[in-house]
């Protein structure tokens, strides 16, 4: 105490403006080491590797095709974007993107999901058949759709690129294997060749070569789909996939004048439920914690969703070049990231009532993941924050 008072007394024999100098120069290298500490902690993703942006899936024949390049809207987009800042436009996000193929893209993350992935798949394709299916022939080229447009063929990429030949018609299903060491790669391709139909086509499988997250995954996905709108699940079929009609319908409700609208499968009517109730007080007290510090971290429209973890999220075509070329995240927050970045580029986000079930063998650390996700909501929001990231 007579330390901190003797020092007091000796800092008042310091002139006003020297004292301003020294705490401002304090404050000052406070925050450039801040954020040289957050430039170094805030993950940067990998590019992906020449062989993850391929894929194989079952021939007519029923044996398994040679890996083939898939096409990658995000690839395009790139160019066009290039282009136009060489020629000054820096507001190029609104350059569009390629036409669909198709009427609806999932995409599925997948690690050593050999045990619970095709009772997902199962139910996930008896309903994509049933809603959207007649889908449009493949070619022998690539497995892609190719299509006719008044009497000739356009193509990019290495793909075709046509309009919908109906509405509401065509589906596809990306299967991103995230550097899994089971089989879950033979489990999605053997899945896709017991169908013993033409649906066997349309499922696609990618594999990773190394692990990346979640957030990784379903985001490497997205990058190649080829629907009007595109969804992903997660491979235990927590969700109710029939629900995606649902969430088809609400998003073209919301969606604004360049077609962009996300719709957001929700959990949070289940609060309450013998779902949540019999879950243990740990879990139930360490998810409410997350909630509340989600709603204090992120900007408003996005704190405004009451379930931001759902595993279940739809987005129209036009959405996507607004956010998944600015994805960092790969962990379990990416979701929190994608809405972030939906609601600074004014797409409207609506949130959907879905149902859900908890299935055993999830690999969620309750408490070690819950408090690594507070950790990588605070480093992301920061990133973006202090210009760290940077949508450029």
Same mark, same amino acid.
């Given at each position: 105490?007579?330390?901190?008072?003797?020092?007091?007394?000796?800092?008042?024999?310091?002139?006003?403006?020297?004292?301003?100098?020294?705490?401002?120069?304090?404050?000052?290298?406070?925050?450039?080491?801040?954020?040289?500490?957050?430039?170094?902690?805030?993950?940067?993703?990998?590019?992906?590797?020449?062989?993850?942006?391929?894929?194989?899936?079952?021939?007519?024949?029923?044996?398994?095709?040679?890996?083939?390049?898939?096409?990658?809207?995000?690839?395009?987009?790139?160019?066009?974007?290039?282009?136009?800042?060489?020629?000054?436009?820096?507001?190029?996000?609104?350059?569009?993107?390629?036409?669909?193929?198709?009427?609806?893209?999932?995409?599925?993350?997948?690690?050593?999901?050999?045990?619970?992935?095709?009772?997902?798949?199962?139910?996930?394709?008896?309903?994509?058949?049933?809603?959207?299916?007649?889908?449009?022939?493949?070619?022998?080229?690539?497995?892609?759709?190719?299509?006719?447009?008044?009497?000739?063929?356009?193509?990019?990429?290495?793909?075709?690129?046509?309009?919908?030949?109906?509405?509401?018609?065509?589906?596809?299903?990306?299967?991103?294997?995230?550097?899994?060491?089971?089989?879950?790669?033979?489990?999605?391709?053997?899945?896709?060749? $017991? #169908? /013993?139909?033409?649906?066997? &086509?349309?499922?696609? %499988?990618?594999?990773? +070569?190394?692990?990346?997250?979640?957030? *990784?995954?379903?985001?490497?996905?997205?990058?190649?789909?080829?629907?009007?709108?595109?969804?992903?699940?997660?491979?235990?079929?927590?969700?109710?996939?029939? $629900? #995606? /009609?649902?969430?088809?319908? &609400?998003?073209?409700? %919301?969606?604004?004048? +360049?077609?962009?609208?996300?719709?957001? *499968?929700?959990?949070?009517?289940?609060?309450?439920?013998?779902?949540?109730?019999?879950?243990?007080?740990?879990?139930?007290?360490?998810?409410?914690?997350?909630?509340?510090?989600?709603?204090?971290?992120?900007?408003?429209?996005?704190?405004?969703?009451?379930?931001?973890?759902?595993?279940?999220?739809?987005?129209?075509?036009?959405?996507?070049?607004?956010?998944?070329?600015?994805?960092?995240?790969?962990?379990?927050?990416?979701?929190?990231?994608?809405?972030?970045?939906?609601?600074?580029?004014?797409?409207?986000?609506?949130?959907?009532?879905?149902?859900?079930?908890?299935?055993?063998?999830?690999?969620?650390?309750?408490?070690?993941?819950?408090?690594?996700?507070?950790?990588?909501?605070?480093?992301?929001?920061?990133?973006?924050?202090?210009?760290?990231?940077?949508?450029?």
């Amino acid at each position: 105490m007579e330390c901190f008072r003797q020092t007091v007394i000796e800092s008042q024999s310091i002139p006003l403006p020297l004292l301003v100098l020294i705490f401002g120069s304090t404050f000052i290298g406070i925050c450039v080491l801040s954020f040289f500490i957050l430039f170094i902690v805030a993950p940067i993703p990998r590019p992906p590797t020449k062989a993850e942006k391929s894929f194989k899936c079952i021939e007519p024949d029923g044996s398994v095709s040679p890996t083939q390049g898939l096409p990658c809207w995000q690839d395009i987009h790139a160019a066009k974007k290039i282009g136009a800042q060489k020629r000054g436009d820096f507001s190029s996000d609104g350059l569009g993107i390629e036409e669909a193929e198709i009427f609806v893209s999932l995409v599925v993350p997948a690690y050593n999901e050999e045990d619970r992935l095709v009772i997902m798949l199962t139910e996930a394709v008896e309903y994509l058949e049933q809603e959207y299916g007649a889908s449009p022939p493949r070619t022998s080229e690539n497995g892609n759709v190719k299509a006719r447009l008044n009497g000739h063929t356009s193509a990019t990429n290495g793909h075709a690129v046509q309009k919908l030949a109906k509405p509401n018609q065509g589906w596809e299903i990306l299967i991103v294997s995230d550097g899994s060491t089971d089989k879950t790669i033979e489990t999605a391709l053997n899945f896709a060749k $017991d #169908l /013993g139909t033409k649906s066997s &086509a349309l499922i696609r %499988v990618v594999s990773l +070569q190394e692990n990346r997250g979640k957030g *990784g995954a379903v985001t490497h996905g997205l990058r190649h789909v080829r629907g009007k709108y595109a969804v992903f699940a997660d491979a235990d079929g927590a969700s109710r996939f029939t $629900d #995606l /009609g649902k969430l088809v319908k &609400a998003c073209q409700e %919301v969606e604004d004048s +360049q077609g962009r609208g996300i719709a957001v *499968g929700s959990r949070a009517h289940l609060v309450g439920s013998d779902e949540v109730v019999k879950r243990s007080f740990l879990r139930n007290l360490l998810m409410h914690s997350f909630h509340l510090f989600l709603r204090l971290l992120t900007p408003p429209a996005t704190a405004a969703i009451r379930d931001t973890q759902c595993g279940f999220k739809l987005f129209s075509r036009p959405s996507l070049p607004y956010i998944i070329p600015y994805m960092h995240s790969e962990g379990w927050i990416f979701d929190v990231e994608m809405l972030m970045l939906a609601e600074a580029a004014g797409i409207p986000v609506v949130e959907v009532p879905v149902g859900w079930k908890e299935v055993k063998g999830s690999k969620l650390n309750v408490l070690w993941d819950s408090l690594g996700m507070a950790w990588s909501l605070a480093i992301l929001r920061a990133a973006w924050m202090f210009g760290v990231y940077r949508r450029y």
